[in-house]
């Protein structure tokens, strides 16, 4: 896919403000980076760009969670074959296990080591078609 500058294009679907300025601050040096904090901007924003992968929060503003969002875009031939990486600081089992049901490709933590955060990013991209 050719983006601007070649660069990937990650958007990052997360309610807390001071988490997503810093994903956004280390992202922005190998990504273009998009951001939102609810179901409306995030509908917004994946009908009008083309996203290499989302980052994915599970606790949300409004009415959907990101989970519904997930299930939601995977069920869409349009949006199904973007890669989808929950970040959650909901620790429990049970969470990972809604996560992968509702059709996210990888789960992680808070707080998240960027390096493997970036790894993860490159390897799904990188899985493709």
């Not at 300025?21 to 409306?40: F, P, R, T």
């Not at 959907?64 to 620790?91: M, Y």
């Amino acid at each position: 896919m050719e983006t601007r500058n070649n660069l990937h294009k990650v958007l990052i679907v997360e309610d807390d403000p001071s988490t997503r300025l810093m994903l956004q601050h280390y992202l922005k040096k190998q990504y273009e980076v998009y951001s939102c904090d609810s179901e409306a901007a995030f509908f917004e924003k994946i009908n009008s760009i083309d996203f290499n992968i989302i980052l994915m929060d599970i606790s949300l503003g409004g009415k959907k969670d990101g989970l519904q969002l997930t299930a939601e875009i995977k069920n869409d031939p349009r949006f199904s074959h973007i890669p989808v990486v929950c970040l959650t600081a909901h620790a429990f089992l049970e969470d990972e296990e809604n996560a992968y049901n509702a059709g996210v490709d990888a789960f992680l933590r808070k707080p998240i080591s960027m390096e493997k955060l970036n790894q993860l990013i490159v390897s799904l991209v990188d899985k493709k078609p």
